[in-house]
Each structure stands twice: as C-alpha cells, then as structure tokens.
C-alpha cells in the first residue's frame, strides 16, 4: 500500500502550458506539503496546509497554486510553466498535534517535471 | 532562518568502511530526520530524532540538541548505501522544514 502518491511521475511540456500534479496520502495524516528539488538535489519547502488551510508558502510565484480539496489530497497548479520550473516535486504529509509537528514526514516518490 | 550544514559534502567509501556523516543547525528545532535519497530519488526515512540516540541496523543516529548537532553513523558500508544523505529539521513555529544540502555518498565494490 502506498503511503504517499504521487501523479504523474514524470511530466515534459512546452513553456507557457499549465499543468497539474497530483497528491494523495492514505496515513490519515492532517498536514501536507509541496517540496522543489532542484538540479544541484538542494530541497526547498514550498507550501505547507494543514487540515486543508495554507500555513506556509515560501515565496513562491503567484503562478504555482496549491490546492487541498480535503485533508488527504493536496494539489499543485502551474500556470505560464518556464524553464526554471525544471526539477523535481516531491510532497509530504505529516501529523501535527497541538500546532507541533511531532511526528515524521513521509514523502511521496517525486513528480519529474521538464519544462522545453 | 534556521540554517542546516552538513558535511561532509562528499564522500567515497570502500565497502566495509565505517562513516559519520553531521548535521549542524544554527536555532533550536522542534525535530530532527534523516533521509537516505537513493540513485532512482526516493526519498527515504531514516531516523525521526530530535534527541537522543537510536540504531536501526548497520545506522545509528545522535542528536545533542543542546549544542545543534546530529550525527549520522553507517557502519560496513555496502554499494546499496550509495545516493545522498539529507538531514532536516523543522523550526519552532512547526510548520517549516529546512534541509541541509546533502551529503554524497558513494560506496565501491
């Protein structure tokens, strides 16, 4: 059983598409996140929801949307994609107890997105 | 913000060898991981330790939170130990999670 899903696992598009990749965690965890590792493998937090509220978003472009229709799915819209958005996404979910994160990320297996 | 430094950045291995890997942090944090990024990118759990000691294995990790380090031990290396080590910790505020920039491991037959 997968824990944390991601779809698809690889993605090429022209610039200027938008896309859409897709989110979903079975641990019944109530937080969620967006990852961006880039070609040097340096990963940096994009956005972080928790019981389908944004709590985090780390300066990202107004272009990026995340989406959390319900606590096990989080979304992520690209519009007006570029060549910068060339890397890979990871998501993760964890469980927050009390506004603190005491439990372990678990990551999903990385969307492989390639902007030509 | 918090930042993660992990070092070394690099590291060969001959199969068998031991290693420690450290992971220093410049603020107090509310917990600590390793991750093991395999050469096909998976993201793996290694330990979930904000303090204290755990092994699981040939792997052990500390984390002395006190003084904003953690360490990673691998004992007899194998190839399939190979890919990059990730330390993260995550800020006080609980939202946030900052990685380190990797360590590179690669281990010879």
């Known amino acids: 059983d997968t824990a944390v899903s991601q779809t698809p696992k690889y993605l090429v598009t022209q610039m200027g598409n938008d896309k859409s990749i897709k989110c979903e965690q079975n641990?019944?965890?109530?937080?969620m996140y967006w990852y961006k590792q880039d070609s040097k493998k340096f990963l940096k937090i994009m956005f972080s929801?928790?019981?389908?509220?944004?709590?985090i978003n780390e300066t990202v472009p107004n272009r990026f949307s995340p989406k959390s229709p319900d606590k096990a799915h989080l979304n992520l819209h690209i519009n007006s994609l570029e060549l910068g958005d060339s890397a890979v996404y990871f998501c993760?979910?964890?469980?927050?107890?009390?506004?603190?994160?005491?439990?372990?990320?678990?990551f999903g297996p990385g969307t492989r997105l390639t902007v030509l | 913000g918090i930042q993660v430094e992990q070092s070394p950045p690099d590291l060969i291995l001959q199969e068998g060898a031991n290693s420690t890997l450290r992971c220093n942090f410049s603020?107090?944090?509310?917990?600590l991981q390793w991750f093991h990024q395999n050469p096909w990118g998976q993201l793996i759990n290694l330990f979930y330790?904000?303090?204290g000691t755990k092994q699981n294995g040939r792997l052990s990790a500390t984390t002395v939170a006190t003084e904003r380090y953690s360490l990673l031990y691998i004992s007899s290396s194998q190839t399939t130990d190979s890919g990059v080590y990730f330390c993260?910790?995550?800020?006080?505020?609980?939202?946030?999670?900052?990685f380190g920039a990797g360590t590179r491991l690669f281990v010879k037959a």
């Open positions: 993760a979910s964890s469980e927050i107890s009390g506004g603190v994160s005491s439990n372990e990320q678990f």
């Open positions: 641990l019944g965890h109530d937080t």
């Open positions: 929801y928790n019981n389908k509220e944004l709590i």
């Open positions: 603020d107090s944090v509310n917990n």
């Open positions: 330790i904000p303090s």
């Open positions: 993260a910790v995550e800020d006080t505020g609980g939202f946030k999670t900052i």
